[in-house]
């Protein structure tokens, strides 16, 4: 009971925070934001399982070739992506040249399922799909390292 006692006349003491004050751009360099920011993420894209789902879905990329509208056309685009470990930081670069942005690869992701029925180039996005140029179906994990960086000029 004492102890519970001595834990409770010591929260508003842990819970205290300073005021938020501004840095100007010195001092603001010289904060280090330790790890960064870590995160996961699960993306299910179109779950036939749903409620309400979709069984004819499309996704449409158009570009003009010579002036000429074309869509490279995925049909029924589908699966779940489970991604954990990606890493926002911003770290000095080793040359002194200023930072930059590091965006850590996931450590782990996993497919399941994900991937299209199938792909077309048409003149009408909305059209019956005319052809059928290949599928992909990716299903198992994946591991990576390294990191992506982004600079300045």
Known sequence: ?????????????MLYAAP???LD?????????????????????????????VSDS??????????????????NVRGTVDMFAIGINV??????????????????TRYTNFGFESMSVQNDPQ?????????VNLHGSLQMQGEFRMWAH
């Open 1 to 13: 009971m004492k102890r519970f006692a001595a834990m409770l006349l010591l929260c508003p003491a």
């Open 127 to 135: 059209a019956a799909v005319s052809g059928n140029l290949g599928s």
């Open 25 to 53: 751009d010195s001092e603001l360099s010289g904060v280090s934001a330790r790890d960064g920011i870590s995160f996961a993420a699960h993306i299910v894209v179109n779950d036939p399982k749903l409620v309400g789902a």
């Open 91 to 108: 770290k000095q670069r080793p040359d002194g040249g200023g930072d930059y942005i590091a965006i850590t690869l996931p450590a782990y």
């Open 58 to 75: 499309r996704l449409s990329l158009g570009f003009h070739d010579g002036g000429e509208p074309r869509y490279i056309v995925l049909r």
């Open 20 to 22: 938020p004050t501004a």
